[in-house]
T-cell receptor, first 115, second 117 residues
Framework: AQKVTQAQTEISVVEKEDVTLDCVYE???????LFWYKQPPSGELVFLIR??????QNEISGRYSWNFQKSTSSFNFTITASQVVDSAVYFC????????????FGTGTRLQVFP | GAVVSQHPSWVICKSGTSVKIECRSL??????MFWYRQFPKQSLMLMAT?????????EQGVEKDKFLINHASLTLSTLTVTSAHPEDSSFYIC?????????????FGSGTRLTVV
């Protein structure tokens, strides 16, 4: 069965600090997809990234970067030079590629960035 | 881009009444849709998977007679909370599975905040 763990419940930083959000997943499948979503106070989910299990390359998108390590089953997310607008709940999620297609979410990490 | 419209965005209803939430894929056909529930400061919990033209598959612990899901067309899935009670108050979000060449992604609705009084 698939499982996603986000051990950090809440993180508080001051603007311009770098912050890393941890994500550890469990799956028996060799083919799977990992996602990160941002949920601002409005509640709407904002898609950030998708990574398939065969692509371990790290990715950078502006101030965002992701580190995928299959050896440790982790898919961590780093925000560089954080801004107040980054304050939100961030979810890591996993979908197994066995045609069930269910997307299972981690418990989320609430990030607060103070000015 | 893929867009999913979810209505209503919020609803208040009296205990014992039923509430219907709609989820429409506007620019693509969604053979599979998902319904999630999110309590305050908690994660999104998958309630059920609905496939067009067939019965929904409910996750363990979700009452199928209470949460009726209908996916009668390729662009519309509905969730009806029957005989709602205050403990059903929650944020409900739908998601549509969108296939592109060789792969797939998820498009989420904007959510419905249900308050049962």
């Amino acid at each position: 069965a698939q499982k996603v763990t986000q051990a950090q419940t809440e993180i508080s930083v001051v603007e311009k600090e770098d912050v890393t959000l941890d994500c550890v997943y469990e799956t028996r499948d060799t083919t799977y997809y990992l996602f990160w979503y941002k949920q601002p106070p409005s509640g709407e989910l904002v898609f950030l990234i998708r990574r398939n299990s065969f692509d371990e390359q790290n990715e950078i998108s502006g101030r965002y970067s992701w580190n995928f390590q299959k050896s440790t089953s982790s898919f961590n997310f780093t925000i560089t030079a954080s801004q107040v607008v980054d304050s939100a709940v961030y979810f890591c999620a996993l979908s197994e590629g066995d045609n069930t297609d269910k997307l299972i979410f981690g418990t989320g990490t609430r990030l607060q960035v103070f000015p | 881009g893929a867009v999913v419209s979810q209505h209503p965005s919020w609803v208040i209803c009296k205990s014992g009444t039923s509430v219907k939430i709609e989820c429409r894929s506007l620019d693509f056909q969604a053979t599979t849709m998902f319904w999630y529930r999110q309590f305050p400061k908690q994660s999104l919990m998958l309630m059920a998977t609905s496939n067009e033209g067939s019965k929904a598959t409910y996750e363990q612990g979700v009452e199928k007679d209470k949460f009726l899901i209908n996916h009668a067309s390729l662009t519309l899935s509905t969730l009806t909370v029957t005989s709602a009670h205050p403990e059903d108050s929650s944020f409900y979000i739908c998601s549509a599975l969108k296939w592109t060449t060789g792969t797939y992604g998820y498009t989420f609705g904007s959510g419905t905040r249900l308050t049962v009084v």
